[in-house]
């Protein structure tokens, strides 16, 4: 079964199954399932199609789900850096930690006894 875009498992309770969607964890699914008057025992494959309907009329009216929050999340981060930081020499994580060498990289002489 498909609600918004993502695959919902029919053998877990409605509550569980709907945090498949990304964007919703526990505590939304209650909030859904309280505002559309859904059981929160029901099986996922035992919703009818109009409890469908007014789970996926609910979350699109009320949330940013799945695509939406996806490309929301991608171009905040493509804000980033905020405060006039130079990207050119500090982007750790995206370069890799690799260590430069420092210095000529010679190796040390061996030390005569």
Do not use: C, H, W
């Amino acid at each position: 079964m498909r609600i918004l875009g993502a695959d919902i498992p029919d053998d877990k309770r409605v509550e569980i199954a709907l945090t498949y969607v990304f964007g919703i964890g526990r505590t939304r699914a209650r909030e859904i399932l309280e505002n559309t008057k859904i059981d929160f025992s029901k099986k996922s494959k035992e919703l009818t199609p109009q409890e469908l309907n007014k789970i996926k009329e609910f979350v699109e009216k009320n949330y940013k789900v799945e695509g939406d929050l996806r490309r929301e999340i991608a171009s905040d981060i493509k804000r980033l850096p905020v405060r006039g930081q130079s990207t050119k020499r500090n982007s750790r994580t995206v370069r890799g930690n690799v260590r430069k060498s420092v210095g000529s990289g010679r190796k040390k002489a061996a030390s005569k006894t």
